[in-house]
T-cell receptor
């Protein structure tokens, strides 16, 4: 079985400060890991993914994520937060089969001006 | 750009009604999915389909069925709506190409209320 955990329901950060949204996973094989963002009244938008290779993955809107196999983590980061980054962020994991992906419960990011 | 279109943004139905939610994608994706999103529970997979007329149960298929008669269209059916099916429903699609590691593209959702 595969699972993903987002331990924080909400993260608050001041505009201009670095931000981190945490994600840990549990799988029995090699993971494919994803981050998505959801703005109010919209569907999810793909931000970035880790498949293999470099542990630091760069994605859209200046976001990046670091894959850490020993800690089974895939935290989302951004060096300088913008108010427009305020949204709901979902981590997701996949290990194979016909595209069955498991999503986390989501973390609400609030960037304070 | 991939476009996934859900037929209704908001829908209000009554208990016991048969409800149809429609989803269309325009990028010739093989895979299509239906999720429901509830606060604190994240996204839960109801059904998915990797080809026309093919379907697989997700994590919470009870009370739902699906139909995929054409590649671009995936319908979710609530056979007899109940109040616990009040939720946000999200449709998504993805390519099967490349070993099943393609990101999913989502519609904007249908907020369904069952009274």
């Amino acid at each position: 079985a595969q699972s993903v955990a987002q331990p924080e329901d909400q993260v608050n950060v001041a505009e201009g400060n670095p931000l981190t949204v945490k994600c840990t996973y549990s799988v029995s094989g090699n993971p494919y890991l994803f981050w998505y963002v959801q703005y109010p009244n919209r569907g999810l938008q793909f931000l970035l993914k880790y498949i293999t290779g470099d542990n630091l993955v760069k994605g859209s809107y200046g976001f990046e994520a670091e894959f850490n196999k020993s800690q089974t983590s895939f935290h989302l980061k951004k060096p300088s937060a913008l108010v427009s980054d305020s949204a709901l962020y979902f981590c997701a994991v996949f290990t194979g089969g016909y595209q069955k992906v498991t999503f986390g419960t989501g973390t609400k990011l609030q960037v304070i001006p | 750009d991939v476009k996934v279109t859900q037929s209704s943004r908001y829908l209000v139905k009554r208990t016991g009604e048969k409800v149809f939610l429609e989803c269309v994608q325009d990028m010739d994706h093989e895979n299509m999915f239906w999720y429901r999103q509830d606060p604190g529970l994240g996204l839960r997979l109801i059904y998915f389909s990797y080809d026309v007329k093919m379907k697989e149960k997700g994590d919470i298929p009870e009370g739902y069925s699906v139909s995929r008669e054409k590649k671009e269209r995936f319908s979710l059916i609530l056979e007899s709506a109940s109040t616990n099916q009040t939720s946000m429903y999200l449709c998504a699609s993805s390519l099967l190409l490349g070993g099943s590691n393609q990101p999913q593209h989502f519609g904007d959702g249908t907020r369904l209320s069952i009274l």
